[in-house]
């Protein structure tokens, strides 16, 4: 193809459209209701009440003020800058920080970075998309940045939202790399994502993930929004007895949690979502306080 008329055709069929709008779901917010191992069905994703509070405009949790959280955040800005940087100067880089939304769907959100596949034999080179994450430490990484109790993977809310940007982009994108970066260890891993009519190959290995579901869960929720209706919570901020005893016999706690089951004491113990979640109070003012 002549140089102009690639970039003539890239001009009438841009892959990247960077317009945004207020009041759309937010890609870093999908959600999606999967199997776990014990063949229960689970929310993977962001929780629909806390996207609808989000949503009706309802107040904030105030951010913690608590100075190393802070400093661990913008830790993980400098990090995401340096990383840019380094793609940047690797030769591969095409854009980065790219506005992304989905009309069809009300999705916005931004994408790390589009670069060149460097292995690429065609010409003009394959586009491939990054998302850059930093994580805190290698141990609580749950296998993002080295083989842990899951295996080896991306978060699931990172690839929940890689997801819908390789569907957004499939035209024009089909391979995805989700990037970790250690910031206690300087240790980094990469993941390949490639969205496919089955459901979604994560380094090669086909997970029946499928991106409609995706969207379905956000229809719920805009039939929620329409009704003013609060949807279920998908999430837990304190484990009943129930749970906690089933969490037991599978081995699911820790030395110390067991101990304190066998011995009769109190384990207060819940979703983690909740506990970062900033509309807790407004979920269960009650509950809240003792998280
Ligand atoms: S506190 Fe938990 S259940 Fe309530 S909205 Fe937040 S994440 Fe959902």
Redesign the pocket.
């Known amino acids: 193809m002549q140089f102009l008329a690639y970039v003539d055709h890239k001009f009438m069929h841009p892959p990247i459209v960077s317009t945004r709008k207020g009041g759309s779901f937010y890609a870093s917010h999908a959600s999606l209701k999967v199997k776990n191992i014990w063949d229960e069905w689970e929310v993977e994703g962001?929780?629909?009440?806390?996207q609808w509070?989000r949503l009706k405009g309802k107040p904030r949790g105030a951010d913690s003020e608590d100075p190393d959280g802070r400093r661990m955040m913008d830790y993980g800005n400098v990090i995401h800058e340096y990383e840019i940087e380094r793609i940047k100067r690797s030769g591969t880089y095409i854009d980065d920080e790219i506005a992304f939304y989905d009309e069809a769907h009300n999705i916005s959100g931004r994408v790390d970075a589009i670069v060149y596949n460097p292995m690429s034999k065609s010409e003009p080179k394959e586009m491939m998309g990054v998302e850059l994450k930093t994580v805190g430490g290698v141990y609580t990484s749950g296998g993002a940045l080295v083989p842990g109790p899951k295996g080896f993977g991306p978060k699931p809310q990172h690839l929940l939202q890689t997801m819908v940007y390789a569907d957004y982009y499939k035209d024009g994108i089909s391979t995805w790399l989700i990037l970790y970066f250690d910031r206690s260890s300087g240790k980094s891993a990469q993941h390949i994502v490639i969205l496919t009519p089955d459901g979604v190959s994560v380094n090669g290995q086909l997970r029946d993930w499928k991106i409609e579901n995706i969207y379905k869960r956000w229809e719920l929720l805009t039939g929620y929004l329409e009704e003013d209706e609060l949807p279920p919570?998908?999430?837990?901020?304190f484990y009943n007895q129930e749970k906690l005893d089933v969490m037991l016999e599978r081995q699911q706690l820790t030395k110390t949690q067991c101990a304190m089951m066998k011995s009769g004491k109190p384990l207060a113990i819940g979703?983690a979502?909740?506990r970062w979640?900033?509309?807790?109070e407004?979920?269960?003012p009650v509950a809240?306080k003792a998280l």
Not at 233 to 237: S, V
């Open positions: 962001t929780c629909l009440r806390a509070y919570t998908d999430y837990t901020m979703d979502q909740c979640c900033n509309f807790s407004e979920c269960d809240c």
